[in-house]
């Protein structure tokens, strides 16, 4: 589930060119993430009827439901963003031009932070015999998609951030 070492190598990644970022994102990076997540949750759900799936389950899926709405609305912004500027779109009344990179860096944190939060839970359970293993594959699951998620992140605050932030300051 994990992205390899070479889809997201951070030299490959910085040496793309805008629209070949777009499409990354679009062909690549979003469907992976989507689909982990969409996985998670359908594990989550499978299990929602079980005698073990307690609150803590209840929990959980009810927080990766929400990293996916989150996920979903960021990777949007960063594609509209992306095309907004291959297509050279300099329309000031433009949703997408009043995007900042702060905004974007802010969808990240909230993002971490519900990651932070289902963390937390799955530690607080440590190694409760009680769980099914259908339950321990979910959370394993949300592990995967965490770390995916930070090795997106760093990526757009260490090279694609920088290279759009001069553009934004352009159209201002």
């Known amino acids: 589930m994990n992205f ?3 889809l997201l190598n951070a030299e490959k990644y910085k040496r793309l060119g805008l ?5 990354l ?3 690549t990076i979003f469907p992976h993430l ?5 996985t998670t949750c359908e594990l989550f759900e499978s299990i929602r009827d079980e005698d073990k799936f307690r609150e803590d389950g209840a929990i959980a899926l009810s927080l990766i439901q929400e990293v996916h709405q989150l996920y979903n609305a960021h990777y949007i912004n960063v594609t509209q963003l992306l095309t907004f500027f291959i297509e050279k779109n300099v329309n000031r009344e433009s949703a997408v031009s009043q995007l900042t990179i702060p905004q974007l860096i802010s969808d990240h944190h909230r993002i971490q932070d ?13 190694n409760d ?6 339950h321990r594959l979910a959370y394993a699951h949300i592990n995967n998609i ?7 992140f760093f990526l757009e605050e260490e090279y694609l951030f920088p290279r759009l932030f001069p553009l934004l300051q352009r159209n201002e």
């Open 4 to 6: 390899s070492g070479e």
């Open 129 to 134: 015999f009680q769980r099914t293993s259908l």
């Open 25 to 27: 994102y679009k062909n």
């Open 146 to 152: 965490s770390q995916d998620v930070a090795r997106v």
């Open 34 to 38: 989507n689909n982990g997540i969409e």
């Open 114 to 126: 519900v990651f932070k939060t289902i963390n937390r839970l799955s530690n607080q359970l440590g």
């Open 19 to 23: 629209k070949e970022l777009e499409q």
